[in-house]
């Protein structure tokens, strides 16, 4: 429903965030002295599909019981994903992809964990928690699966498809009135990945998240989901 909230003179906010990045678009073209033609568009949102594509399977490989990656390793494959040229990138996750297939699956861990909460980019502190026995299955964090969860879909306006994509994708509380759906994410990943708890952490000052963590908590006793 947030996609039809009226923003700028009435319009819809996915038609008022079309306008934006129309306005950031042109200014490029401008300050560079090139242009952005829609073929262009369309090839850099297909790589980037692709990108999506390739990690959604990394993590699909994570609902097994006996996984053959740690979530430690998973959120440095991500992160590689924000820092690498794309096609190179895509052709090293699908070579990584047959590898961790190939693999002796993990069996000696004691409960499969979900981490969730604000920017978390450092998987030394999911090793930690890996260290202890548990293992992260999956997660809701800006370095993870919300960074890449849904794919842009490619329709006759391009623009009006990568406001669209920014604006529904997997929520941050930033994003107003979405308390409830930032929950159902949350809980649809907890039974698709067999989650047995939630490990919440927060970076320092992060206080959005710090306020989503009342609701989150008093949610997830409700349904009895392990919460910490």
């Not at 861990?109 to 299955?137: C, H, N, T, W």
């Not at 710090?210 to 008093?218: D, F, I, V």
């Amino acid at each position: 429903h947030f996609l039809n909230i009226p923003h700028k003179n009435g319009e819809p906010a996915v038609l008022w965030y079309r306008d934006e990045i129309k306005a950031l678009r042109q200014a490029l073209q401008e300050h560079f002295g090139t242009e952005i033609p829609r073929e262009s568009l369309e090839k850099a949102i297909e790589i980037y599909n692709e990108t999506r594509r390739l990690l959604r399977e990394l993590y699909e490989l994570r609902k097994s019981q006996a996984l053959p990656i740690t979530g430690a390793e998973t959120q440095s494959l991500v992160l590689a994903a924000m820092s690498m040229p794309r096609e190179q990138y895509n052709e090293i996750l699908r070579r990584s992809l047959e590898e961790i297939n190939a693999r002796e699956p993990i069996r000696d861990y004691r409960v499969r964990l979900m981490v969730i909460g604000s920017a978390l980019d450092d998987p030394a502190f999911i090793k930690i928690i890996e260290d202890q026995g548990g293992i992260v299955v999956t997660d809701s964090l800006c370095f993870g699966s919300r960074y890449f969860w849904e794919p842009v879909e490619i329709k006759e306006d391009l623009l009006a498809s990568l406001a669209r994509s920014y604006l529904s994708g997997p929520r941050c509380p930033r994003m107003i009135e979405q308390h409830a759906l930032i929950f159902e994410f949350i809980k649809d990943m907890v039974q698709a990945y067999k989650v047995d708890g939630i490990i919440y952490q927060q970076m320092q000052f992060c206080d959005l998240w710090g306020g989503e963590s009342l609701y989150l908590e008093n949610k997830l006793k409700e349904s009895k989901i392990p919460f910490l």
